[in-house]
């Protein structure tokens, strides 16, 4: 266990050490704020508050219970008590049902996992994804793979 915490740490400081590069992308669809970035985000739900949506975080998003950023990045990590749905992941997203990003550079876990890319592992009893992933699960999905579904063990790259 301790192992494969540490390999889960060291994944997600590698990912933020690679998202320290600003995202021209991210920077124009978002509008301005009073800051480029926040250390730590709370969400609560979508909607009650607009901060999650266009604030990049470099550091830990929490969801209570709900995470969200529909115009944002996590560089670090996104935990949520239900679902997270940060449009950008580069670290770890966690959360107890279900997680989602269009991109993931790290890992995802959860109950049900999805992404449209994943550049890491999804870890989770569901994962879904479109055109790139490590996934480790019961029922694992890749829609561009040469063998979209396998249980258990699924890569595409």
Known sequence: MKFFLSILTAFALLAVAHAQAPRKAQAQAAPQTSSDYEFFSLAFFPGVSTSPD????????????????????????????LAGMTSEIYGLQAAGFFVTANKVEGIQFSIVNNA??????????????????????????????????????????
Do not use: M, W
């Not at 266009?54 to 008590?81: C, I, K, M, Q, W």
């Not at 989770?124 to 699960?137: H, K």
């Open 54 to 81: 266009y604030v990049n975080v470099y550091g830990v998003r929490l969801g209570a219970p709900v995470s969200f950023g529909d115009h944002s990045f996590v560089a670090g990590t996104e935990l949520a008590v």
């Open 116 to 157: 449209k890319k994943v550049y890491g592992l999804q870890l989770g009893l569901i994962n879904l994804s479109e055109d790139a992933a490590f996934q480790i699960g019961l029922i694992n999905y890749i829609k561009n793979s040469k063998v979209p579904f396998l249980p258990i063990i699924n890569i595409c790259f």
